[in-house]
């Protein structure tokens, strides 16, 4: 089987456009970036969109043990806020996942303590915010797990509010994660995409009272692209090439720092995906990752390999049922209720 070059240049090149991608930012600041991406297809603009929304690692609390709370909220609530406040993921790469460490649940290798500790001593309802948050303990750089503040006064996100005399005292794991697992290790706000700014592909039914043009009032883009000629036909099989970014960061990561680690994350899949492939060829092959019932055909089959107690897949007998015998055979026979379908009763 042969997948071509692994020259990244060629690899991300598609079939149907015989030019390599281009990037072009239009606009960048520590919340927003903006960019264009030329020559490619929907398909890895799209890919591209979904891997910066949901599977770049971040930082996030995941573990809160409770000493003291007598305020009015329930512990899994405050609990589900606290897992929810952007923390400052610099550096993260090098943060283990708890899944790979070698730790029994957490250590300074594969997450961040943070403590909070308030009480409302004066008459006052009290607010408790992210600035509370303290990081304790060894971490891998002086950034990574404080709390991201954006706010003018420099308090970020509330947490609860206390009334005089109560007080909240825990302590916070973070842990590294992605947002596919769950949303809050999302690294993004919002992230889209636009194109065919002049909606020359009709992808769009623009729905309009009196006069389109005035009703929808044109993108940022149009003026990057030619507007449509009216005398040419409609191009019914033309396809989008060019997309217009624009990557929002809830603040643990640069936006550009979104964009170009979504690059690696989606190499690292295509990667693991030819390489598991790869892996299947010729047969009986043991060196790469394949399921016990992949079969293979090679003739020396699995029996250094993974097989499930029933003998599923030994010998590299294929398409078997771990029932045994030759293929759609059932527990009971050839049909639930007897042999070849006549009812036994
Ligand atoms: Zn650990």
Not at 74 to 98: C, M, Q, T, W, Y
Not at 232 to 258: K, M, S
Not at 260 to 268: F, I, K, Y
């Amino acid at each position: 089987m042969d997948y071509g070059t692994t020259n990244p240049d060629e690899v991300i090149k598609h079939a149907r456009i015989d030019k390599t991608p281009t990037v072009k930012i239009s606009h960048s600041d520590a919340l927003r970036c903006k960019f264009e991406l030329k020559d490619t297809t929907m398909d890895f603009a799209n890919t591209l969109r979904r891997v910066m929304l949901a599977e770049i690692p971040t930082i996030a609390i995941d573990l809160v043990q409770i000493e003291e709370n007598s305020s009015v909220l329930a512990d899994e609530f405050i609990a589900h806020r606290l897992g929810l406040i952007p923390l400052n993921a610099e550096g993260v790469k090098k943060l283990k996942s708890s899944r790979d460490c070698d730790c029994d649940e957490y250590c300074d290798q594969c997450s961040v303590t943070l403590t909070l500790h308030a009480k409302c001593t004066g008459e006052e309802n009290m607010q408790v915010v992210a600035r509370d948050l303290v990081p304790a303990g060894d971490r891998l750089n002086d950034h990574i797990g404080t709390p991201v503040i954006t706010d003018a006064d420099g308090q970020g996100p509330l947490i609860l509010k206390l009334r005089p005399g109560q007080e909240i005292k825990l302590t916070c794991i973070a842990k590294k994660g992605i947002a596919k697992e769950h949303a809050k290790w999302a690294p993004s706000a919002a992230i889209g995409y636009e194109y065919d700014p002049h909606n020359k592909f009709h992808h769009l039914d623009m729905w309009y009272e009196e006069d389109p043009k005035k009703e929808w009032p044109p993108s940022d883009y149009a003026t990057w692209e030619d507007p449509p000629d009216e005398t040419q036909p409609f191009q019914f099989d033309a396809e989008p090439t060019t997309f217009y970014f624009n990557v929002e960061t809830a603040g643990p990561l640069a936006p550009e720092t979104i964009a170009t680690e979504a690059m690696e994350v989606m190499m690292m899949k295509l990667a693991g995906l030819v390489n598991e492939l790869t892996a299947g060829e010729g047969g009986g092959g043991a060196n790469g990752l394949q399921s016990p019932g992949f079969g293979g055909g090679g003739g020396d089959g699995w029996q250094d390999g993974y097989t499930t107690p029933s003998g599923f897949g030994a010998g590299g007998g294929g398409n078997q049922s771990s029932w045994g015998g030759g293929g759609g055979v059932t527990p009971y026979g050839t049909t639930p209720y007897g042999a070849s379908g006549v009812p036994s009763w």
